[in-house]
Structures are given as structure tokens and as C-alpha cells.
């Protein structure tokens, strides 16, 4: 049987707002493939967040879980930088 790896990505927490709930914006940056140019986007993530110790501005990971609710499908790994 395969071992599944479980998905992880990195971003900036907007919104803390909601109860062990945090929102994660998430950017990637890809090479248009007509054009070459790079272009940026970004994609928010809800993301669980047990003790609720995140704030707006935190640079989070945050890593694939079993769905919690009906858009929250992540959880918090780890506080990679606190905001100033």
C-alpha cells in the first residue's frame, strides 16, 4: 500500500477572526506559457487552528487534514514567522 504525504504550504494569515479558524492566503508564481511572463496569484485557504495563537500578519504552514467543516479542509503545522 502506498504512504500518502500529506500536502503543505506556506502563507500569510488574513483573517483570525472565527473561532480555531484562521485564514490563510497562499501565492504561487508561474511562467505564462504563451506569453513567458511571470505572473503571480494567490488562492485563501481556511485552516484549523486548535489554540487559537495565530494573528493577522503570522507566516504560517499549513498542512492537508481530513475535512473539519464545509470549507475547512487544513490545519495548522507551525508558526514560521510571527508578525512585528
Same mark, same amino acid.
Not at 64 to 77: F, G, I, N, V, Y
Given at each position: 500500500?502506498?504512504?500518502?504525504? #500529506?500536502?503543505? $504550504? ?12 484562521? /485564514?490563510?492566503? =497562499? *501565492? ?14 494567490? #488562492?485563501?485557504? $481556511? ?12 507566516? /504560517?504552514?499549513? =498542512? *492537508? ?20
Amino acid at each position: 500500500m502506498q504512504e500518502h504525504r #500529506k500536502l503543505t $504550504k506556506q502563507g500569510v494569515v488574513v483573517s483570525d477572526k472565527m473561532d480555531k479558524t484562521i /485564514v490563510v492566503r =497562499v *501565492e504561487r508564481q508561474y511562467k505564462h506559457p504563451l506569453y513567458k511572463k511571470i505572473v503571480r496569484s494567490h #488562492k485563501k485557504f $481556511k485552516a484549523h487552528d486548535e489554540t487559537n495563537e495565530c494573528r493577522e500578519g503570522d507566516v /504560517v504552514e499549513i =498542512v *492537508e487534514s481530513r475535512p473539519l467543516s464545509r470549507e475547512k479542509r487544513w490545519a495548522l503545522q507551525r508558526i514560521i514567522e510571527k508578525r512585528k
